[in-house]
């Protein structure tokens, strides 16, 4: 392909923009609108499963004792719980200390425990950390056939409806996302198309003097990938202004939240965006196209 050629698509595509001004701007607001909610869907389920990952990572057995144990048998099931495989702490918690705890807990509702008086229903327990979060459900039932264990348990559960509600927000951005795209792909084939229609004595003269379908097809599909193009942009610049405000809200707010940082997943992000918009922008094109090169 020769620079002359190069520079006629070039030059082609950018008149039939501006000659489409307004199906132009409204092509690249529906790719801008379709990409940010993908955009937003997709930081907010990578979010989600790191979350997740990092709760999984933090999760400790936590071993309650039945009321009658003894300090002396506490004592030993804290020296057979250090002794057990990938065990790397084991914290006491007195019913005292399990008290207080959930006293702090509460916080300005603490007035709640008045009505127990000097009772404490609460058992004796340890925290117990081990190395690998698949330690944990294999230890966890031979825990709790210890003598003097009520029960041991860990936050499977909490988990596990993590990562449940980040398979909805996927398969539910998945369609979501889906139907956008068909929306883009509209526009953008109507838009196309327009411009063709408006061509079509001009694109028909190009076939019967021998120019190929691609030679015709080239700026349409340019032009095509350049709206998508910008509507990425527009789409990505707003996702990093969204992502970065929300970053600052939740470190000033909820700092224990583990969130990935913007750097370098907004990067990555806008390339995906980026190489989305133009596909859509290119297929569309290339949809609306093929009847009028039907001659």
């Known amino acids: 392909m020769s620079f002359s050629t190069k520079e006629y698509f070039v030059r082609e595509t950018y008149k039939s923009v501006r000659r489409n001004g307004f199906m132009s701007a409204a092509c690249i607001s529906t790719v801008a609108v379709s990409l940010l909610i993908l955009g937003l869907f997709l930081l907010l389920s990578l979010n989600t499963n790191n979350l997740a990952q990092y709760l999984e990572s933090q999760v400790q057995i936590s071993v309650y004792m039945e009321d009658s144990c003894t300090a002396d048998e506490l ?18 918690i007195s019913r005292e200390e399990a008290k207080k705890r959930f006293e702090e807990r509460l916080g ?17 327990s340890f925290d117990v950390q081990v190395d690998s979060p698949e330690r944990i459900k ?6 709790g056939e210890l003598a003097k264990v009520e029960t041991a348990k860990f936050g499977r559960e909490v988990v596990e409806q993590l990562f449940s509600l980040s398979r909805i927000i996927r398969f539910g951005g998945l369609i979501l996302v889906f139907f956008l795209a068909m929306g883009t792909l509209f526009i953008i084939s109507n838009t196309i198309r327009l411009t063709v229609f408006a061509r079509r004595k001009e694109v028909t003269i190009m076939k019967y003097v021998g120019a190929t379908d691609w030679f015709i097809r080239w700026p349409f599909l340019l032009e095509g990938m350049t709206l998508g193009f ?24 909820l700092a224990f939240l583990p969130m990935l940082p913007a750097t370098p997943l907004l990067y990555y992000v806008t390339v995906f965006l980026l190489l989305i918009g133009v596909g859509i922008g290119a297929l569309g094109s290339y949809i609306s196209l093929r009847k009028f090169l039907r001659v």
């Open 108 to 124: 300005d509702q603490k007035q709640l425990l008045n009505a127990l008086g000097e009772s404490n229903p609460f058992p004796a």
């Open 230 to 253: 910008l509507g990425a942009v527009v789409a990505s610049f707003f996702l990093d202004s969204v992502y970065g405000a929300m970053l600052g809200r939740i470190h000033s707010t």
């Open 75 to 92: 004592k030993a099931t804290e020296a057979t719980l250090k002794k057990l495989p990938g065990v790397v702490k084991v914290t006491a």
């Open 138 to 143: 294999e230890l966890t039932p031979k825990i």
